[in-house]
């Protein structure tokens, strides 16, 4: 069992940056993965970046070079850290953690990017 809650998101232009944060209820060393996932209107929703708790992270490649996501043991807080933001970034972002093959989910963030 685990409760994540998302912070960060907001309205930018195009070109800007936002850090998601999710803070965990539990130790992130005892959550064998978290992420990022996004969905925007009319599409899928889509994995945007994860984190082992070994450290091990993955991208979307539409974000590759672009976000960058770490973790702060001592906060239980992992982070999303969006730059070179784009229009087509625009979703509700939700953050995720794995624990033995159960998913739980926080409540989402609105990021809104404008041209």
């Known amino acids: 069992q685990v409760q994540l809650v998302e912070s960060g998101g907001g309205l930018v232009q195009a070109g800007g940056s936002l850090r998601l944060s999710c803070a965990a209820s539990?130790?992130?060393?005892?959550?064998?993965?978290m992420g990022w996932f996004r969905r925007a209107p009319g599409k899928q929703r889509e994995l945007v970046a994860s984190?082992?708790?070994?450290?091990?992270?993955n991208f979307a490649d539409s974000v590759k070079g672009r976000f960058t996501i770490f973790r702060d043991n001592v906060k239980n807080t992992v982070y999303l850290q969006m730059n070179s933001l784009k229009p087509e970034d625009t979703a509700v972002y939700y953050c995720?953690?794995?624990?033995?093959?159960?998913?739980?989910w926080g409540q989402g963030t609105q990021v809104t990017v404008s041209s």
């Open positions: 984190i082992t708790s070994g450290g091990t992270t």
């Open positions: 995720s953690a794995r624990i033995f093959s159960n998913d739980y």
């Open positions: 539990r130790t992130i060393f005892s959550i064998n993965a």
